[in-house]
């Protein structure tokens, strides 16, 4: 168990699963009355890893640390592009700010969704997913966990696990993970 700040974090393998396909996205595809329409990245010269929702719009990522933003889920506009190039994997939200996790510790941060910075988070390893929790962010990666509540300070947890910590899911009473060792992790 690690206690930083107001949050308490402890994660314990409960299961062992397969982790789903995490591959690239390279087009956006979007559902219309049980059909689906095709719209690709214009001028793209990365590999798209995800698309997420981020309270005002939606944000795609990619390598070479890639950002590209839309209203409405289709008609995507380049952002920005981090310093160094990383992959990006993962973002969230709460009502001020918006975080984009990646490889190497990467943070970036934006108050509209459009404009990111980075931020020093003392982590070196990967970062795959990011939660907001309605009080904390809580960034997981190679064994590790990175935690803020501001989304500009961050402290880091080193977890007994040296998995890679893909996929997460939090709910009011926990957080539950999934990592590449077929393993599933549950927060108390």
Do not use: C
């Not at 009355?33 to 944000?59: A, E, K, L, T």
Request: charged share 20%; aromatic share 10%; net charge negative.
């Amino acid at each position: 168990m690690a206690t930083n700040g107001q949050l308490t974090l402890s994660l314990d393998v409960i299961a062992r699963t397969r982790p789903p396909y995490d591959g690239s996205v390279v087009t956006i595809i979007r559902e219309n009355d049980n059909s689906w329409d095709r719209y690709s990245f214009s001028n793209s010269d990365v590999d798209m890893h995800r698309v997420q929702w981020i309270g005002n719009g939606w944000i795609g990522m990619g390598n070479r640390g890639t950002v590209y933003t839309s209203a409405n889920g289709y008609g995507f506009s380049y952002a920005s592009r981090s310093q160094p190039e990383q992959p990006l994997h993962a973002a969230a939200y709460s009502d001020h700010v918006k975080v984009i996790v990646g490889a190497a510790g990467t943070v970036l941060t934006s108050r509209d969704g459009y404009s990111w910075v980075q931020v020093n988070t003392h982590v070196s390893e990967d970062l795959y997913e990011i939660l907001w929790t309605g009080t904390s962010f809580i960034a997981l990666g190679d064994g590790v966990v990175a935690l803020s509540d501001d989304a500009s300070n961050w402290r880091k947890v080193t977890l007994n696990t040296n998995a890679k910590i893909r996929h997460a899911v939090v709910s009011d009473e926990r957080v539950v993970a999934f990592g590449d060792k077929h393993e599933i992790y549950v927060s108390h």
